[in-house]
């Protein structure tokens, strides 16, 4: 079976500062997808980022990257710059598609606080 | 807005009521889901529908019944249900169920079983 860890149920930045939020997997699986989705207040869930696990170039967007170590299992987020707007849950997912029927598992989720 | 709308925003029902919660996008997309957030739990897949047609249902107690008359709309029709149903009941939308780009989320549905 498939699963997502995030170890941190809480974290705290100031603001302008760099934070990692760190996220590991297990699966047996070759082909996947990596996200990090972003739930703010508001509660929508916002596509951060996304990594083909067949891609060893870390992806990036803007002041979002990961650290992905596939042989590891690990799927690290990194926020340079930190904003009061990125005060947010951050969910790790991980999406394959045995069959072609998509499936799709989520961590528990890491509190981001950015701090004026 | 992501263009996935969900209705009603909040919801609070008695064990023996019956509701149903609502989801609509026009984003095109042929694949709807529903979702479950409970506290401190990961999000857990319920029901995926593909052009209509429920493909998965995961282990879902029948006191949840899904309802996707057209590729547009998806419904979740609650009876009988129970306090640990309480949750945020979140829809979600992809162009294919096959579909490897992300998902567009509604903004959920708090639900409050009392």
């Known amino acids: 079976a498939q699963t997502v860890t995030q170890s941190q149920p809480e974290m705290s930045v100031q603001e302008a500062e760099t934070v990692t939020l760190s996220c590991t997997y297990d699966?047996?699986?070759?082909?996947?997808?990596l996200f990090w989705y972003k739930q703010p207040p508001s509660r929508q869930m916002i596509l951060v980022i996304r990594q083909e696990a067949y891609k060893q170039q870390n992806a990036t967007e803007n002041r979002f990257s990961v650290n992905f170590q596939k042989a590891a299992k690990s799927f690290s987020l990194k926020i340079s710059d930190s904003q009061l707007g990125d005060t947010a849950m951050y969910f790790c997912a991980f999406v394959w598609a045995p069959g072609g029927s998509e499936k799709l598992v989520f961590g528990k989720g890491t509190k981001l606080t950015v701090n004026p | 807005e992501t263009g996935v709308t969900q209705t009603p925003r909040h919801l609070v029902m008695g064990m023996t009521n019956k509701k149903s919660l609502k989801c609509e996008q026009h984003l095109g997309h042929n694949a709807m889901y529903w979702y479950k957030q409970s506290a401190k739990k990961p999000l857990e897949l319920m029901f995926v529908?593909?052009?209509?047609?429920?493909?998965e249902n995961n282990s879902v107690p029948s006191r949840f019944s899904p309802e996707c008359p057209n590729s547009s709309h998806l419904f979740l029709h609650l009876h009988t249900l129970q306090p640990e149903d309480s949750a945020l009941y979140l829809c979600a939308s992809s162009r294919e169920v096959t579909e490897n780009y992300g998902y567009t989320f509604g903004s959920g549905t708090r639900l409050t079983v009392v």
């Open positions: 529908y593909s052009l209509e047609e429920r493909v």
């Open positions: 699966t047996s699986e070759n082909n996947y997808y």
